[in-house]
């Protein structure tokens, strides 16, 4: 038995032992370790966000099968979202670090190729963070034109300027707020679970007591009605239902990133994720059945509404213009929780991904504020990329669109590398104290397929009749920022195949920048057998 010093606390222990976890990964702690088991969970459910979730991409489900697809899509889709969380929670539990996949990814990959499959899944994972920020704050600020037609009495219609302005104003908020103290950041997590938590149960129970009987759907249609108005064969259609659940449980990494800042990080990241989507589900599936119930039956007045959100709608004729405006406002603030969360997330994973020097002016983005003990050169190198990315609002609403699909068809990229890396090549996989044993295989099958399914589905347009306007412009936008990232890394003499080496252990001094020189990479060489998975002790 280890004999505890006198005043040596539970905590601080634990702090100890976490920064022995993250030294054998061959990384020094950074960060302030303030975010308890409960908080990261709550991180991690708050940036799900289910209801506003549901309530930015519901017009993916009303016209891919109405009723049917919103029930019986979520119920269909949740184990295979499930699968995907718990191959990654295996991961997250043998190697709790900020950059997470594509540090799992180094460690798990033949030589041959590990730089550069790590390369790859750093910037699938750093572009799903910053579009995911962007897809967030674009939803909201749609939402929040929502309102303003709400109060209007759906007089008021906003431009794509009017739109961008207030798009803008939500990002620039973000960053003032994520740019507070890892504490603060912390204990904002509770306020954050609690409102999202009240959000879904008023929604389950008070809007079908509210609702009028003129909006009441049978349980025969709304458990069973199946309305396609999108064009394609139902079949499709009912796939194409699933962006809704799959983009509304979401960011499955978001408390993998927070790795560095959780205490008990090897147990409390893997249980952060099962369990926000395990709630996730099960709450997202209350809420659907309610809206299927209280939407009534004229499904394409719902979707083409002036307010232009289909929720928005479905609230306004169920509770009237003044309880419709409360409750989408509550809902505003939840979606502005989710995108708060959003760029904490991200600008970790910038942090991690520029430690390592894979990013233009990583020796700039790898700082940590004095001040705050947080990466604030992340947080606003980030905030500038979305605002750029917003300004594809002026182009077309498909184009804006695409950062919907974008953050998904990424995000998939770089979970689905480092789970298949551990089980194609031979590696030295330990499991930490989260484990699946002897279901770990099956359930990474099931992920993966699922997810390369998924991928193919997220190309298509959604409608076969379709325009250069309205084309699914994911392909060509995903594409060309990948097609960026490999051209970056093969380009002659300045590019990634001649300097970097995957993760850069920090333990001892090392040459900061964008470009280690050539001790540095030695060191790095030699230091290789250090960055690999082992057994986490906690």
Request: with cysteine; aromatic share 14%; proline share 5%.
């Amino acid at each position: 038995m280890v004999a505890r010093a006198p005043g040596t606390s539970k905590r601080h222990l634990q702090l100890g032992a976490d920064e022995a976890v993250l030294a054998k990964l061959g990384y020094k702690q950074e960060f302030r370790r303030e975010f308890t088991p409960l908080e990261v969970s709550g991180l991690a459910f708050s940036y799900t966000g289910v209801l506003p979730g549901i309530a930015s991409v519901l017009f993916y489900a009303i016209p891919n099968g109405g009723p049917v697809a919103m029930v019986w899509g979520w119920a269909f889709v949740g184990p295979f979202i499930m699968c995907i969380g718990l191959a990654m929670a295996e991961l997250a539990s043998a190697a709790p670090t900020s950059g997470g996949l594509y540090y799992w990814t180094y460690s798990l990959a033949s030589p041959r190729c590990r730089n550069f499959l790590s390369w790859i899944v750093g910037y699938s994972n750093t572009i799903q963070t910053i579009t995911g920020v962007a897809s967030v704050n674009w939803a909201c600020a749609i939402q929040i034109a929502a309102a303003i037609s709400i109060a209007s009495d759906q007089a008021y219609a906003t431009t794509n300027e009017q739109l961008y302005g207030i798009y803008a104003a939500l990002v620039l908020s973000h960053a003032v707020l994520v740019s507070l103290g890892t504490k603060v950041l912390a204990r904002l997590q509770r306020l954050y679970t609690f409102v999202n938590l009240c959000l879904c149960f008023i929604v389950i129970i008070a809007l079908p007591i509210a609702t009028p009987a003129e909006y009441r759907n049978s349980a025969s249609f709304a458990l069973g009605s199946f309305i396609n108005l999108a064009g394609w064969p139902s079949g499709f259609a009912f796939i194409l239902s699933f962006m809704a659940p799959l983009y509304s449980i979401g960011g499955y990494d978001a408390s993998v990133h927070m790795s560095e800042e959780a205490s008990n990080a090897a147990t409390a990241i893997p249980w952060a994720i099962i369990s926000s989507i395990a709630v996730s589900i099960v709450l997202g599936w209350g809420i659907n059945v309610s809206l299927a119930f209280c939407m009534g039956t004229d499904l394409e007045s719902v979707l083409n509404s002036p307010i232009g959100q289909p929720m928005a709608q479905i609230l306004y004729t169920s509770l009237g213009r003044r309880g419709a405006l409360a409750l989408w406002c509550l809902i505003i603030s939840t979606l502005y929780i989710v995108a708060s969360n959003s760029l904490l997330v991200g600008s970790r994973q910038t942090f991690a991904f520029s430690r390592d020097g894979a990013l233009p002016f990583s020796r700039y983005l790898y700082r940590i504020n004095g001040y705050t003990k947080t990466p604030v050169n992340t947080v606003w190198f980030d905030a500038v990329f979305v605002l750029v990315i917003g300004l594809l609002a002026f182009v077309s609403t498909a184009a804006i669109n695409a950062v919907f699909t974008i953050g998904l068809t990424a995000s998939y990229v770089s979970f689905i590398t480092p789970i298949t890396t551990r089980f194609a090549f031979k590696n030295d996989f330990k499991p930490g104290p989260f484990h699946l044993g002897k279901l770990s295989f099956p359930v990474a099958a099931i992920a993966v397929s699922s997810m390369v399914f998924m991928i193919i589905v997220f190309f298509f347009p959604s409608t076969p009749q379709t325009t250069a306007q309205e084309m699914n412009y994911t392909v060509v936008v995903l594409g060309g920022y990948m097609a960026l990232a490999i051209s970056w890394y093969y380009c002659p003499i300045y590019g990634g195949v001649h300097w970097f080496n995957g993760p850069v252990a920090n333990l001892t001094p090392v040459v900061e920048g964008e470009h280690r020189d050539g001790n540095a990479l030695s060191e790095k060489e030699q230091r290789d057998a250090e960055l690999s998975f082992s057994v986490v002790d906690v």
